[in-house]
């Protein structure tokens, strides 16, 4: 299941988020624990699950709920969560820390000291911007960024999700039309640190960026927009976050 901000379960944890940041921790709790109620699929369930884990107020609770979290990441394993193993892994060290079980908290440190930063993913991968661009031609790192107008970015990003891509697009500087282009990294790439096991555990986003070009290899003209009101939304996120971009 790819990642989609418009679920209920997501949206559920996104307003429990919300009253988090506002200083109300037993009512965002409330809402993760409905949240985990109401999902049903694995992916719903790792996502829910990692919110009520972090409200429990016992490390014994906290453990069986992390105990969850990695369960529902091993049934799932694919590229949105494999880079939050190490995140659930050490979590579960400090839990096991806690509790005086020094030999679990050891291995479960080994375990997430054995993953590699590398993503596995294999694509197809996709850009999102208002360029108008045409097969062969490569996209390069030193661009501008969208979010922050005096900051040229090191890198070049993109998706393994075409409708991320299209929400990029939507996003971008420019007067152009819309454009999401299929392409192919000639190089190394990383799991984008900016969202990587931020609001949401592992790579939810699928979100990738290279030093290295991006070849464009074809376009994609179908794909799921955002409504005005969402893309209304997402750029008054954007105005308002005051963290600071991983360049």
Not at 185 to 211: A, C, H, I, L
Request: hydrophobic letters at 35%; proline letters at 4%.
């Amino acid at each position: 299941m790819a990642f989609d901000p418009t679920n209920t379960i997501v949206k559920l944890c996104i307003q429990g988020m919300a009253l988090e940041g506002k200083g109300q921790p037993e009512e965002a709790a409330e809402v993760f624990l409905r949240a985990w109620n109401e999902a049903t699929l694995d992916f719903e369930k790792f996502i829910a699950a990692h919110y009520v884990s972090r409200h429990q107020k016992h490390v014994a609770d906290r453990l069986k709920w992390k105990e969850t979290v990695l369960q529902m990441a091993l049934n799932i394993n694919d590229d949105s969560v494999k880079s939050a193993f190490p995140l659930i892994y050490s979590d579960l060290a400090k839990c096991c820390e806690e509790l005086g079980d020094h030999a679990a908290a050891q291995k479960h440190r080994q375990t997430a000291a054995s993953y590699t930063d590398e993503p596995s993913c294999t694509g197809p991968f996709y850009h999102g911007t208002k360029a108008d661009l045409k097969v062969g031609d490569f996209l390069t790192a030193g661009s501008k960024s969208n979010y922050e107008a005096d900051l040229v970015m090191n890198h070049i990003y993109f998706t393994a999700l075409v409708n991320g891509a299209g929400l990029a697009a939507a996003l971008a500087k420019g007067a152009g039309r819309e454009r999401v282009y299929i392409v192919e990294p000639t190089g190394r790439f990383e799991n984008d640190p900016n969202v990587t096991n931020k609001k949401f555990p592992g790579n939810m986003t699928q979100s990738y960026r290279s030093t290295e070009p991006l070849k464009i290899v074809g376009e994609i003209t179908d794909w799921v927009g955002q409504t005005s009101g969402e893309l209304r939304q997402w750029r008054e996120k954007l105005e308002n976050n005051k963290g600071q971009i991983i360049n």
